[in-house]
């Protein structure tokens, strides 16, 4: 299954206990013996000054930003800047398909999956199955599994066609907004009444069983539908490793890429693609799981619907929506979004359901809480891309309703991720006042980030808030951290004065370096890294606490390291440990000289290319970032990011062009001079990079000009290096980089 979130730490959360719901409920306004800071007119005082000094501070003083906090029972608006401005929401629209699908088809709603037989009494030889879906978003391999057990157990032994029928939804299987980007990403599944797997396939890829052999490849579910062209290699142990993965359709099947390199001995690595073809990738599967338990095929798998006359013989249920929409917002799931969108709009505006019939109900609905038609844009029911817009002061007016509907009121709260426990906030806000007391969806695309839900505050009041943030500049991790700090803050007011302090200033981010002996700074590595490299996920939360309570700018990128090799596979780990590298190139030479070793693996710079070669957003950039000012500050780093670089350009040619492309003037130069010095050292007589080089050169794209440029240069540094090592010069002189005049 898709590995979308971790498994939480059992622990009460204050805004599920039933005593905490009651004393929320009861709350109103604040005794007339309360503190200053729990009456309405404090607590917004209170509020208003750490927020505007949140909003008002880098990056989001720069974005467009909408922020409402209001008390969740009174409806007292306790914090507001450019309330009704409509932002880009991003999947906070989940919050909106969810309430409205809880409120429309009800909490114990369930998705069947109907399976109809030939009529006629009997087993009988070659009859038609049909499988009837409706939109199930949850149905994956080990249920279909337990149906194929389900229907040989019935008799279903000796099948013709097997037959599937969509016609619950209408024919479109890419929502508005998908169409913005293509590609094979699971995130762009596509829709189908009947689907398996939220519509992707899980390919796993291990090293063969020698240097040069071919990548072993094996998909789940693994069927007829799919064809495998493998052409990945196995490296030599300790090589970077670069696999791409593509999925394509090809004719009735699914063509299954698998291009690059993987070490000897390295990870089995799993990578999610969406197919093409929902109604024969679950027809296909259940054949096969059907084979398996002995049944047999005399047809094909085709779509198609049911004929009358056809006897039902099995229906398949879903959990109930509640269960649904938990893991939709605890996972952010775009596909399960989507499906529920368009079997909103064949429940209530009559099949098939189709996205503009979704919307309507879902426009009912918010017309029916107050938020009227054509005050919004709503399009998809995921949020993804450039397609719907909401403002801050809508998205809590639905907060609040849905706090206030009783039979609702449980289902939707506990569907929203906690701060610091789990789904999509697991590592957000850890440590402050927000951890376990926060619970609110997120959102995130490039150049936005959103936060809304509810938090109960020091004094036990439960406020409902909305953060959107559109534009803003440099780095996501910015703009979420102050994102964060709002939530933290919510969660300290009405606390002992000063509480909110804390909060402000995790917008600032890590706190005041302060570095520790170098004894101490040796001890702690060594340590950290006995541990990191042991690869055991259950040290993840020890090294998120260090990393939260440790000030050394040194100790902090091991730690992010630690955090990534612990769990290699995690967004959260990568994205943690590429965050942590730090622009300053003395901690990376203090971890490498402290970190001590025979020098095989080179502390966050092998892990830092190793994610560079496999894509990773940033990673490349990050490494590119550091050459200036390591030139300069230390030889044995200078050596090792030029090495580094030099085995990134072997697997990446493509993305380490494009990242010197976007680097700026100093940054490029003094990466080209380190590529130079690695591709020098590295001992081959063309480096791949420079035969990738020449190839580029000739494309008929935008990287071919820059391309051109770069070769006389990369030429140049070749040779420099190769001459200050008084060694001959590793680039033939007979055209192995074409030659161009400089800007050309």
Request: aromatic share 4%.
């Amino acid at each position: 299954m898709i590995p979308h979130s971790k498994p939480s730490r059992a622990r009460p959360v204050p805004l599920l206990a039933g005593t905490a719901i009651a004393v929320a409920v009861a709350l109103g306004a604040a005794p007339a013996g309360a503190a200053e800071g729990t009456r309405p007119e404090g607590l917004a005082r209170e509020l208003d000054g750490a927020l505007r000094a949140i909003v008002g501070a880098a990056p989001l003083a720069s974005a467009r930003t909408g922020v409402v906090v209001s008390d969740v029972e009174s409806g007292q608006v306790l914090f507001a800047r450019d309330p009704d401005v409509l932002l880009n929401p991003a999947s906070n629209v989940k919050l909106v398909t969810s309430a409205a699908a809880l409120a429309r088809l009800g909490p114990d709603f369930r998705f069947d999956t109907e399976i109809y037989l030939d009529g006629g009494a009997g087993e009988g030889a070659g009859r038609a199955l049909y499988v009837r879906g409706k939109g199930d978003p949850t149905l994956v391999t080990e249920r279909l599994w337990a149906i194929a057990g389900d229907l040989v157990h019935l008799g279903v032994r000796r099948v013709g066609d097997v037959v599937v029928d969509e016609s619950y939804f209408d024919g479109e299987r890419t929502g508005p907004g998908f169409d913005q980007e293509s590609g094979d990403r699971s995130y762009l599944a596509p829709a189908g009444a009947a689907s398996l797997n939220w519509n992707t396939i899980a390919v796993h890829v291990a090293p063969g069983d020698r240097r040069g052999a071919r990548a072993r490849v094996e998909l789940e579910p693994a069927s007829d539908l799919f064809e495998v062209d493998v052409r990945a290699t196995t490296a030599a142990p300790g090589a970077r490793r670069r696999i791409v993965v593509s999925s394509v359709r090809a004719g009735s099947r699914q063509r299954i890429v698998v291009d690059g390199r993987i070490p000897a001995g390295s990870r089995m690595q799993t990578v999610w693609r969406r197919i093409d073809d929902p109604a024969l990738y679950l027809g296909q599967t259940l054949r096969r799981l059907m084979e398996l338990r002995g049944a047999r095929f005399a047809g094909k798998v085709r779509a198609g619907p049911v004929p009358q006359g056809a006897r039902l013989v099995h229906v398949a249920q879903s959990e109930s929506l509640a269960e649904v929409v938990r893991r939709l917002n605890k996972t952010s799931n775009n596909f399960v979004a989507e499906q529920i969108l368009k079997t909103l709009g064949a429940e209530l505006k009559g099949a098939p359901g189709s996205w503009p019939k979704g919307v309507a109900a879902v426009e009912e609905f918010l017309a029916e809480v107050g938020i009227p038609r054509g005050a919004y844009v709503m399009r998809n029911g995921s949020g993804l891309n450039d397609t719907n817009r909401f403002s801050a002061r809508q998205l809590v007016t639905l907060l609040r309703a849905m706090w206030a509907r009783f039979p609702l009121h449980a289902e939707f709260v506990v569907s929203l991720p906690v701060a610091g426990r789990d789904g999509t906030i697991r590592w957000r806000m850890e440590g402050s006042e927000a951890e376990g007391r926060l619970r609110a969806k997120t959102g995130t695309l490039e150049n936005v980030t959103s936060l809304s839900g509810y938090v109960e505050n020091a004094a036990h009041r439960t406020l409902a808030f909305a953060v959107l943030v559109n534009d803003f500049p440099g780095r996501a991790s910015g703009a979420a951290r102050s994102v964060d700090a709002v939530g933290a803050a919510l969660a300290a007011s009405g606390g002992p004065p000063g509480s909110v302090g804390a909060a402000v200033a995790l917008a600032k981010g890590a706190p005041p370096a302060e570095a520790a002996p170098e004894a101490e700074l040796g001890s702690k590595i060594r340590t950290y890294y006995a541990m990191g490299r042991a690869g055991d996920r259950r040290n993840v939360p020890f090294f998120r606490s260090a990393l939260r309570s440790e000030r050394d700018p040194a100790l902090r990128v091991a730690l992010g390291e630690c955090l990534y090799l612990s769990d290699p596979d995690s967004d959260t780990g990568r994205r943690t440990f590429v965050e942590a590298v730090p622009a300053d190139p003395q901690a990376l030479a203090r971890v490498l000289a402290a970190a001590g070793g025979d020098g095989a693996e080179v502390p966050v710079l092998d892990s830092l290319g190793d994610l560079a070669a496999e894509g990773t957003a940033d990673a490349l950039p990050r490494l590119v970032e550091l050459a200036p000012a390591s030139a300069a500050a230390d030889a044995t780093l200078s050596r090792a990011l030029g090495d580094v670089l030099a085995d990134v350009a072997a697997a990446a040619p493509d993305d380490v062009v494009a990242a010197l492309a976007a680097a700026q003037p100093a940054a490029q130069e003094a990466a080209v001079g380190a590529l130079g010095a690695g591709i020098s050292r590295s001992g081959e007589r063309e480096h791949p990079f420079v035969a990738a080089l020449r190839a580029m050169a000739e494309r008929p794209d935008e990287a071919a000009a820059f391309a051109r440029a770069l070769a006389p240069r990369l030429a140049t540094a070749i040779a420099a290096a190769s001459a200050a090592r008084s060694a001959p010069a590793l680039v033939p002189g007979s055209g192995s980089i074409p030659a161009a005049t400089p800007g050309g």
